[in-house]
């Protein structure tokens, strides 16, 4: 056995040439992804989480080679996988499979659902077409789908079963590494907990590794083992589920949590509503400090000045705060 991760990133930088003033504007970049590094360990799910523009989808795009990177290392079991092309990056897009998003439309219409989870057996196996038909019809086995509904179109199906075939999909090829970009944010709450309890099945029967992408905290609380938190482009906290949840360090972090439901009572009242005013900077025109401070209801003269840089504090988390003490106390 090996303690090498399955997945490990490495200041992983996404950019995007915007102009700003029109067509013969000044070229500005937008970096979506700024010096992001996390590593996964094989059998394990982290969860990217953040608000909308944090960064965590491009994050996964640029892990897959569904982006290009601009810099940085994504090493899969050992290998950069950045730099590779034609049948290299082939044989690797094997190991990496996504869910994604939106079940409406993240299948072709036009296509019968047994056609739709052949594709990958197609473009990245040399299985014969009878080897395909075993491996879909088992699938469709696995992921509590009928027999008989391979021949139907995607409009016949509910958004639940859309998701499980795009879930059979991504297996059809047994990969090692799957990304989850929010999965059942476009179900309804008791078909969310289905695909979930799906997921997690199939992470035990296949020995699966998830990277999984989230805005809904609740979602990840019961589905991940360890959390990294996104804030304009740049991981503010990581640590285990169970010390994030617990202790939040990061100020972004503390407001998340405390804006998740709960049915406990208890656990309502001792939990202190914590309100994020204002809006993020400008992407482009980042502002000197942490970017977070303009927002941040304990900031310092010093979160103004200096950026923070991400460092690991006792009981293992890693955060990017100024304000947090070497012995992991938060300033909330």
């Known amino acids: 056995m090996t303690d090498r991760p399955l997945l490990d990133v490495e200041n992983l930088t996404v950019r995007f040439a915007v102009r700003r003033g029109g067509v013969?504007?000044?070229k500005?970049?937008?970096?979506?992804?700024?010096?992001?590094?996390?590593?996964?360990?094989?059998?394990?799910?982290?969860?990217?989480?953040?608000?909308?523009?944090?960064?965590k989808t491009t994050t996964a795009l640029a892990v897959a080679r569904l982006v290009a990177a601009h810099s940085g290392r994504v090493e899969l079991d050992g290998a950069d996988i950045l730099g590779l092309e034609g049948e290299a990056l082939r044989q690797v897009r094997r190991k990496v499979q996504f869910i994604f998003q939106d079940p409406y439309s993240s299948l072709n219409p036009r296509q019968r659902a047994e056609d739709v989870v052949r594709e990958p057996l197609q473009s990245l196996t040399d299985m014969s077409r009878d080897d395909q038909q075993k491996v879909i019809d088992e699938l469709f086995v696995q992921v509590g789908l009928r027999p008989e509904q391979k021949r139907l179109f995607p409009h016949q199906f509910s958004g639940g079963q859309r998701q499980r075939i795009g879930i059979a999909r991504a297996?059809?090829?047994?990969?090692?590494l799957i990304i989850?970009?929010?999965?059942?944010?476009?179900?309804?709450?008791?078909?969310?907990?289905?695909?979930?309890?799906?997921?997690?099945?199939?992470?035990?029967e296949f020995g699966l590794t998830y990277l999984f992408i989230s805005h809904d905290l609740g979602v990840v609380q019961h589905m991940c083992d360890s959390i990294a938190v996104m804030y304009m482009g740049?991981?503010?906290?990581?640590?285990?589920?169970?010390?994030?949840?617990?202790?939040?360090?990061?100020?972004?972090?503390?407001?998340?949590?405390?804006?998740v439901p709960s049915v406990d009572k208890a656990?309502?009242?001792?939990?202190?509503?914590i309100?994020?005013?204002?809006?993020?900077?400008?992407?482009?025109n980042?502002?000197?400090?942490?970017?977070?401070?303009?927002r941040c209801p304990v900031a310092q003269p010093q979160c103004r000045a200096r950026e923070p840089s991400l460092r690991t504090v006792s009981g293992g988390q890693r955060v990017a705060c100024h304000l947090v003490g070497e012995d992991g106390t938060a300033p909330l």
């Open 24 to 26: 013969f504007g000044r």
């Open 28 to 55: 500005q970049y937008l970096d979506a992804v700024d010096g992001v590094s996390f590593a996964l360990a094989r059998g394990e799910t982290l969860a990217i989480v953040g608000e909308s523009g944090s960064g």
């Open 171 to 176: 297996l059809a090829t047994r990969p090692e």
């Open 180 to 204: 989850c970009d929010e999965p059942v944010s476009a179900l309804d709450v008791a078909v969310q907990a289905q695909i979930l309890n799906l997921l997690r099945r199939l992470q035990k």
């Open 234 to 259: 740049r991981i503010v906290e990581h640590g285990p589920r169970l010390s994030l949840f617990n202790n939040p360090l990061h100020p972004y972090t503390a407001a998340l949590l405390s804006a």
């Open 267 to 273: 656990r309502r009242a001792a939990t202190r509503r």
């Open 275 to 284: 309100l994020i005013p204002g809006d993020p900077p400008d992407p482009v």
């Open 286 to 294: 980042l502002p000197p400090g942490c970017r977070f401070a303009n």
